[in-house]
């Protein structure tokens, strides 16, 4: 049995490599003061079929559908429509403060499977919601920024663009299906389709004919209103007093056709050809997809599986090692009788404890195993010792070993430790 295709078991050094960035990003996270939330795995299809819309790719062919009785079930293939069915659930946006949220969590897309692209995938995300201020949309990418610097990784571009409001986008669009209508036969089929929908994601198309048919597009930011147009500027006027570094590229128009004015993305040489380092922008329209009223959002999604390759590609991980405090060498059963209880009772006592039960062991085996796993003490107990009533504890690094009643073996080692830590 293997595990499914384009997913990952893990464990060992690259468990201690996750755990690493899981902590240093929530860190991030909470500083800036967004509170985790948690959605479910599975969904209503309509989750997705609504917002994110029926003609993507994601809800075209990349769900995995799961069916129960009458219900069809998917599995999330990204966080934010589920987030926005939370919110709406729960009328988190009857508050009137902004509110801040991130997550950490599973993905699921059914795509050819390759380096930094999974089938099982894993998103950090931030949406703040009730707030339309280009302030809000400055906080995010700063934020993003933050996490960067956090983890160490200086290589990586910001990307911003607006992408209109309900108010201009339909100028926007005309322009660009006037200059897409005599180009139409070149564009591929997903394309056409997109012509009619959602003309705007014809420019994000990966395909080389898309990319050539679409060269010499409108501007399309000369079409905003003057609204999105001061939002624009603001927002870039913020990111400036908060030291953020950006390039104004309208090409960025995100895969997603739910967002509106603000779109971002941040790409990085580390990654090679799947360059992008995680994006999102602004969704204020999104909730009115459910039919119900809109509240204003922005947010971003950022790739745990990218941010590993990164910091590989950089060979910025810290030394991420957990030595065991304490290694107990039992040499015969009866020894075994004092130091499993005692192994015990140092666990619980919040020191972490190594203890082989092969007890048929000699000492030089112990003492191998001891040093492979880095203990900084090794507690011998043999049938000498037992005779004498005594424990020996030999200190790792300075190569000292001291002896220690065996009835207070646990109040001695303690000490040792905490005197080493
Ligand atoms: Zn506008
Ligand atoms: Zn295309």
Redesign the pocket.
Known sequence: MKAVRGMHDLFGVEIAKWQWIESQVKQVFENFGYQEIRTPVLESVEVFSKTVGDETDIVEKQMYSVQKESESLVLRPEGTAGFVRAVLEHQLHRDALHQRFFYYLPMFRHERPQKGRLRQFHQFGAELINDDSPEADAEVIALLVAIYKKLRITEYEVRINSLGCTECRPGMKKQLLDFLQPRLEH??E??KKRFERAPLR?LD?K?ET?KTAVAGSPQLNQCLCDQCKTHHDQLKKRLNEADVTFIDDPSIVRGLDYYSRTAFEFTSSLLGAQSALGGGGRYDQLASRFGEKPFPAVGFALGMERLVIALEAKGAFPEIKATPDVYLAALGNLPMDHLFPLSIQLKSSGVQTEISYAADKPLKWHLKQSNRLQCKFTVILGEDELKKKVILVKNMAAQTQVEFPLDSARTHILKQVKSEN
């Open positions: 564009l591929c997903l394309c014809v198309c395909r898309c």
